[in-house]
């Protein structure tokens, strides 16, 4: 079944204390991305891959780390985890970029991750 | 900078009401247009979309988008709401030609009582 894998979906964490937040996809996608949903705010984009060893920051990427050293894979890093970054965050994936050739690229989101950081 | 307005945070509607939210977005090019929907518990589904063409769009369980270039705007319309419309509702934007970005807007949550 082609999808999107998070893990964990749910975390409860203390400042400070370095976690990862794994993405995974099945489909051999180009296009990987992060997003944290905040009520009020919508979907705010964190970090994107345009493909292997190609990362570039979002809108919201302070705190935030990511690599892509495989195509599969986007993990999401947060190094020190601050309250104001509890969350809900998903990870999408598509083909290529959403728009990338005039066309959209349907993007797979993932269940997301709900983080509480205390 | 792109953005993107939904005006309506909360609206609850019966079932057979119709529906119709608003989204307005600010950028002076072209666009595409998007609206998304996630149901309680679920990942984020496309619902529909605009390119290009004609400005009404269709798109799936009924649901349909009116893009106004005028108005900068892009709202959602279904002629008869049911329960399993419960959801929330985001609009989305992409500049033509920035194919790495969807701006999305803050996203409606609808609820729809029986």
């Known amino acids: 079944e082609a999808q999107v894998t998070q893990n964990p979906r749910y975390l409860i964490t203390v400042t400070g204390k370095k976690l990862t937040v794994t993405c995974s996809q099945n489909?051999?996608?180009?296009?990987m991305s992060w997003y944290r949903q905040d009520p009020g705010l919508g979907l705010r984009q964190i970090y994107y891959?345009?493909?292997?060893?190609?990362?570039d920051k979002g809108d919201v990427p302070e705190g935030y780390k990511v690599s892509r050293k495989e195509k599969r894979n986007f993990p999401l890093i947060l190094e020190s985890p601050s309250p104001n970054q509890t969350s809900l965050y998903f990870c999408?994936?598509?083909?290529?970029?959403?728009?990338?050739?005039?066309?959209?690229?349907?993007?797979?989101f993932g269940p997301g991750t709900r983080l509480t950081v205390l | 900078a792109q953005s993107v307005s939904q005006h309506n945070h909360h609206v609850i509607l019966s079932e057979a009401a119709s529906l119709e939210l608003g989204c307005n977005y600010s950028?002076?090019?072209?666009?595409?247009l998007f609206w998304y929907v996630q149901y309680p518990g679920q990942h984020l589904q496309l619902l529909l979309k605009?390119?290009?063409?004609?400005?009404l769009v269709k798109g799936i369980k009924g649901f349909e988008a009116e893009f106004i270039k005028s108005k900068f705007s892009f709202n959602l319309r279904k002629p008869s709401v049911q329960w399993s419309d419960t959801a929330e509702y985001f609009c989305?934007?992409?500049?033509?030609?920035?194919?790495?970005?969807?701006?999305f807007g803050t996203g409606t949550l609808l609820a729809v009582q029986p």
């Open positions: 999408a994936s598509s083909l290529r970029a959403p728009t990338s050739g005039g066309n959209y690229n349907e993007q797979f």
């Open positions: 489909m051999n996608h180009e296009y």
């Open positions: 891959s345009m493909n292997v060893e190609v990362t």
């Open positions: 950028y002076g090019g072209t666009v595409n």
């Open positions: 605009y390119f290009s063409g004609d400005p």
């Open positions: 989305a934007v992409n500049a033509r030609g920035a194919t790495n970005k969807l701006i």
